[in-house]
């Protein structure tokens, strides 16, 4: 789904087939479908779209938007990449990242989520350096043992940042360049370090007292302390 402005005429003739587009995918989601595909969809500057209680599933192309993006309730899974220089209003909606290919999916753009997803196995999701990940309720990201879910910078070295407020389920990741800006330390049960993260904890150590017997751990964090 794209839209352009080489002049006036075309972007109202485009603007009313998007409209009529939105209007037939909700017309189906009030029947109780709330469902519909799209190969990429771009949301050019003065427009809008609002996925309200639907699911859109955009399993080719990427999500490039410079107007306005409004989840409500619903939710978007999307297999490409992820460019936000607009509006994004998340609602209580959720945004799954579900690329299942061997092409990393970009994350562009300060973005507040409401619940952000990625249960792929191997998937990696490359972050916009300096650029803010806020996540209101859910941060669920989980790979598995030998393929891990990649959390890592769109430039090596620079951090990007994350802030999951909510609930958290992080579980097998590998993780490079991360600022957690949270005062609530992530504390994954599985996750590789692979330099240059601040406010994570790493997998806790075990040691054995010489004079009582006992086994303690010690989670450490990134920071050392």
């Not at 909606?93 to 990625?118: E, H, K, M, P, R």
Request: charged content about 15%; some cysteine.
């Amino acid at each position: 789904m794209v839209c352009s402005d080489n002049n006036r005429q075309e972007k109202n003739v485009i603007k009313k087939k998007l409209n009529i587009t939105l209007c037939m995918m909700f017309m189906i989601g009030m029947l109780g479908m709330h469902y519909a595909h799209a190969t990429g969809i771009t949301i050019p500057a003065g427009y809008s779209l609002n996925v309200n209680d639907g699911k859109l599933d955009v399993d080719y192309g990427s999500m490039d938007n410079t107007g306005t993006l409004q989840v409500t309730t619903g939710s978007i899974m999307l297999a490409g990449n992820w460019m936000n220089t607009g509006t994004f209003n998340a609602g209580s909606g959720t945004v799954d990242f579900i690329n299942t290919g061997t092409i990393s999916q970009q994350i562009s753009g300060a973005n507040t989520f409401y619940n952000l997803t990625c249960i792929t196995a191997g998937n990696v999701l490359v972050f916009e350096a300096g650029k803010t990940q806020t996540i209101l309720a859910n941060c669920t990201l989980a790979g598995a043992p030998q393929s891990k879910v990649s959390l890592i910078s769109s430039k090596d070295e620079l951090q990007w940042k994350i802030d999951p407020r909510g609930a958290r389920y992080i579980n097998y990741v590998s993780v490079k360049d991360s600022y957690n800006i949270n005062t609530t330390p992530i504390d994954s049960p599985n996750w590789r370090d692979l330099g240059n993260n601040i406010n994570w904890v790493n997998v806790p150590r075990v040691w054995v007292s010489v004079s009582t017997g006992y086994f303690h751990t010690v989670a450490v964090k990134s920071d050392g302390t």
